[in-house]
């Protein structure tokens, strides 16, 4: 069983949608998680990091971390063509960030 | 500003070329990572460097070298690789090393072909 696990997708939605993308991780010794998202050709950028259970904020996007389910989501609201891309979440421990495989997304107009 | 830099974006080299691969980063941080993606995949990780000291190699081949000159700095040297070394090479950067809640930021990466 991979340490993290992520639906590679692809997911495909209208603009304006409300986007989920979700991973599941097996060790709980895991403390913080992020979000990147990667355009193609391009190194992972930073969106979101959090380390505590609930809801974390920031414009469109919202995380959410389950510690007891230890299932961890991102929510992007009002979709846009440029949300088109795929999102890595990342989890770290100790000396190590550990990815999921990345879900490729393509928000169509 | 989180800017961290790499060049050559792109790199194309046969299998007894050498060549290098370069980044950079003015924040301050202590720590320095090189990976490698394939297509379709996350990234890899192969070194990291902390405080230009290397605290982690990946079991990774001899024929991908890393240097650490400065704390600003982190090279990675190359020489007969194999065609199946082609990837996107991504350097990243946090404030310390281990990570403590630090979060690594990564530069744009070069994509590397090799013939």
């Known amino acids: 069983q991979k340490e993290v696990e992520q639906d590679p997708g692809p997911l495909s939605v209208p603009e304006g949608a409300i986007v989920s993308l979700n991973c599941t991780y097996s060790n709980s010794a895991f403390q913080y998680f992020m979000w990147y998202r990667q355009y193609s050709r391009k190194g992972p950028e930073l969106l979101m990091y959090t380390y505590s259970s609930g809801n974390k904020e920031d414009g469109r996007f919202t995380a959410q971390v389950d510690k007891s389910s230890k299932y961890i989501s991102l929510f992007i609201r009002d979709s846009q063509p440029s949300d088109s891309a795929t999102y890595l979440c990342a989890m770290m421990i100790s000396d190590k960030l550990i990815f999921g495989t990345g879900t490729r997304l393509q928000v169509f107009p | 500003d989180t800017e961290v830099t790499q060049t050559p974006k792109h790199l194309v080299m046969g299998m007894t070329n050498k060549k290098s691969l370069k980044c950079e980063q003015h924040?301050?941080?202590?720590?320095m990572y090189w990976y490698k993606q394939k297509a379709k995949k996350p990234p890899e990780l192969m070194f990291v460097y902390s405080y230009e000291k290397l605290s982690i190699n990946e079991s990774v081949p001899s024929r991908f070298s890393p240097e650490c000159p400065n704390s600003s700095l982190l090279n990675l040297h190359l020489h007969a690789l194999q065609p199946e070394d082609s990837a996107l090479y991504l350097c990243?950067?946090?404030?310390?090393?281990?990570?403590?809640?630090?979060?690594?930021?990564f530069g744009p990466g070069t994509r590397l072909l090799v013939l």
């Open positions: 924040m301050g941080h202590r720590a």
């Open positions: 990243a950067s946090s404030q310390d090393f281990p990570l403590g809640g630090e979060t690594q930021y």
